[in-house]
């Protein structure tokens, strides 16, 4: 069983920073996988970002491709989210997730919430 906790959202103007962060708990993190993603009101959850157990692979939906960056640091079991450049679509509840066997996403944390005014 994993548990996550993200923190860092808030409210921020268009073209302003933010950056999350995800601990979670366990002796294990450094061998998961790690996502990020974001549900807006009335939508589908979608996929923002993931890193790879190693942290040498990352990759990115193409909307915020070049905007935010995906990091790791195990020995603080923790994944971050960078976002610049932010937009009012942006706005979204933020979730963490772990992939613990490459094959899904099972864990997931509670979400914090990220607005973007314009």
């Known amino acids: 069983q994993v548990q996550l906790a993200e923190s860092g959202g808030g409210l921020v103007q268009a073209g302003g920073s933010l950056r999350l962060s995800c601990v979670a708990s366990g002796r294990t993190f450094s061998r998961y996988d790690l996502g990020w993603f974001r549900q807006a009101p009335g939508k589908e959850r979608e996929f923002v970002a993931a890193i790879t157990r190693s942290g040498g692979n990352t990759y990115y939906a193409d909307s915020v491709k070049g905007r935010f960056t995906i990091s790791r640091d195990n020995a603080k079991n923790t994944v971050y989210l960078q976002m610049n450049s932010l937009k009012p679509e942006d706005t979204a509840v933020y979730y963490c997730?772990?992939?613990?066997?490459?094959?899904?996403?099972?864990?997931w944390g509670q979400g914090t919430q990220v607005t973007v005014s314009s």
């Open positions: 997730a772990v992939d613990p066997q490459g094959t899904g996403y099972d864990y």
